[in-house]
């Protein structure tokens, strides 16, 4: 895994997880620390297991050759 793959993983679900505690707030009063971490920690582990799958149907069916 170089640097960027690596921060990518960081930065995609932090931004996301941001985001939509932006959406909720606009729809109620506030977001707690606790929700904010909560979206991020999802929007970590769905990045996770996309990477995971896509790695085993590459291993599994390997990548198109042109």
Known sequence: M???EALAMVARPT???TMRA???K???ESVTA???LSYIAVAAVTTWATQK???LVDD???TPHD
């Open 22 to 24: 932006r959406r909720t």
């Open 34 to 36: 606790k929700q904010w």
């Open 26 to 28: 606009k729809e109620q």
């Open 15 to 17: 931004v996301s997880g």
């Open 2 to 4: 170089t640097a960027g």
């Open 53 to 55: 799958l896509y790695d």
């Open 60 to 62: 599994r069916f390997g």
